[in-house]
């Protein structure tokens, strides 16, 4: 058996601590470089901080943090107007690389803060992709997709990728991930105005109103959730050509419950009074008794004048 002289000993000690030593100062260096890449981020010296933050991950790969704030330090140098320039894009395409290592690295974490990095990571890789900087919306989907399974609870995530479904024209599987969305989260007004939204974009005005009845039932104290109904029922039935006169005033009247409804909430509600306004008159349009075609006529231009005198209150504050 081999017994290691005392020089040896020593040598193996010195090389142990020159070692730990160098460690520990590539560690300090990183730390000392992270802050300054902190300071220089707060500063909007972008290029300073991507300098900064490259440092420190170059001597710390453990500082993750790091990789979100690269990866937006490069983004917020990046020109969409100068789209094609080689350079430019390089700046982009140093932003997605750090995101995504920014998502794998921070998305296992159970520290709160470092778990909405990852997150936000994912978000800015999504927008990265989008019409005004790569557009390339295919590449966003498994993403998203991937955000879904990581927060199944949140809506957002399934608002992006019914968009980009919605965007390239697959038009059924945006319906399916926005109806996912509010069966994520029921009790949320947000899912069925964004349902609204989208039916709204696709003409498909029962399901359009429906999604917005759905959220006034979530807010049933909320006036602008009425105010709204009345707004659609006043567009379709003033703008719809297809609707025989029967059909028109049908909407009308649930235009105008809605605005009653909004009113009853808060009488000083000037928009609900602005659709009321509008509906009488609309109403009058479509009554045959010239009499009865007045009073509409003059009942609706009254609720005009009060949501005009309420704006002027309002703003000068004497209401």
Known sequence: ????????????????????????????????????????????????????YEL??????????????????????????????????????????????????LAASGDPARKNLANLSL????????????????????I???????????????FMLAN???????????????????????????????LAGYYNRQGVFDKTI???????????NNPEAFQMIAGYYYE???ADTRLQDKEKLDYVLKGLAAADRALTIKKDYPEAMTFKGLLLRQEARLEKDPAKQQQLLKEGTEWGDKANAMRKSQAAGTF
């Open 1 to 52: 058996m081999r017994v290691l002289s005392r020089t040896s000993i020593a040598m193996v000690v010195l090389v142990a601590f020159a070692s730990s030593g160098c460690s520990q100062y590539r560690m300090l260096q990183g730390r000392r470089a992270l802050k300054a890449g902190n300071q220089s981020y707060k500063a909007q010296d972008y290029k300073g901080a991507a300098e900064n």
């Open 56 to 105: 420190a991950l170059t001597n710390d790969p453990s500082l993750s943090d790091a990789y979100f704030y690269l990866g937006n330090s490069y983004e917020q140098q990046y020109k969409p107007s100068r789209r094609g320039d080689r350079e430019n894009d390089a700046m982009l395409e140093k932003a997605i690389d750090n995101y995504q290592k920014s998502a794998e690295k």
């Open 123 to 142: 978000k800015y890789l999504v927008a990265a992709y989008g019409t005004d900087k790569l557009n390339d919306p295919g590449k966003a989907e498994p």
């Open 144 to 158: 998203l997709i991937k955000m879904i399974e990581l927060e199944p609870a949140e809506p957002e995530n399934y």
């Open 164 to 194: 980009v479904y919605e965007q390239a024209g697959l038009y059924e599987d945006a319906e399916r991930i926005y109806n996912l969305a509010r069966d994520a989260k029921p009790a949320d007004p947000a899912v069925y105005l964004q």
């Open 210 to 220: 429906a999604a917005l009845e759905q959220r006034a039932e979530k807010e049933p």
């Open 236 to 238: 379709e039935a003033s």
